[in-house]
C-alpha cells in the first residue's frame, strides 16, 4: 500500500478521530465535544473491527469475475501481477518472504505445470518508487527458478510499480497477437482493476482469480471474532474502491467498476496506447 492509501486507511482515520478526541478534551475547553469524538473513535474501531463491514465491501470485487473454466482450447501465455512478496523482509532476512497474497504464486507454477507449452511471464517492479530493494519479478523469478520452473519459459517485466503500469509494459513486452489467450492471475479483489487495465491499453486477457478473502456469502452475516482482522480487511476493500475510482478518473480504465465482456472505446484505447 502507498503512502498516501495508508493515510486514508479507515482504520487510521478512525484512530486519528479517537486522538483528535483526546487532544480536545486536554487542551481545549470543549470537553464534551472532545469526549464525543474519543467516544466516536473507540465505537468506529470496535464496529469496523468486529462487524463484517469489510466483507461487505471485498464481497463484490471478488464476485465481480468468475472462476476460469478450461475448455480445453490452447493457451498462448500466463501473466502473474506482482503483490506476493515482501520485499523488505526478503532482503534483510535474505530468505523468500511471502505475504497474504501468496497463492498468486502457487497459481502461477500450477498453470505453468498444467500448461507445458505456454510463455510465462512475471510483471513487477517495487511499488514504492525510489526503493533501493530489487524488483519484485526479479527476487521471484529467482526462487520460481530453484524449485524447479524452467528458467527459458520465464519472462520478467521489472519496471512496472502499479497496476497501470504492469498492464502497459507487460503488453509491449510480450506484444500479444490477435486470437492468442492469455491469462491472468492475481487477486480475486484486485482483478477488477487489473482487467481495467489490461483492457484499456488494448490487451484482451482471461481472468484466472484466486487469494479469495471470504468463503462466500456467509462471511456477510458473520462478525470478526478479532479486532485487527476487520481493520485489515476493510483497510484492503477501501484501498481498492480507492484504486477503482483513481483509475476511472485517470482514465486508466474505461469503466468505474470494470467487469466481464467490458471493452475500452477504441479512441480511448488508442490515446492509451499511443502514451
Known sequence: MSQIGELLAPSNAIAMLGFLGLIVMVATPWRRVGLALAGGGICGILAAGLLPLGNWAIFPLEQRFPAFVDDGRPITGIIVLSGALELTRSAARRQFAVNGAAERLFAFMDLARRYPAARLVYSGGNSRIGSRLPPEAWTATEYLKTIGLPGDRLTIEPRSHNTWENARETRNLVRPSPGE???LVTSAWHMPRAMGSFEQVGFRVIPYPVDFQTNGTRDLEQPFTVVGQGLERLDLAAREWLGLIG?????????LFPGP?????????????AN
Request: proline content about 8%; hydrophobic content about 35%.
Open 247 to 255: 483509475y476511472r478518473l485517470s482514465g486508466r480504465t474505461g469503466a
Open 181 to 183: 489467450r492469455w491469462l
Open 261 to 273: 465482456g467490458a471493452e475500452p472505446k477504441p479512441s480511448e484505447a488508442k490515446l492509451v496506447i
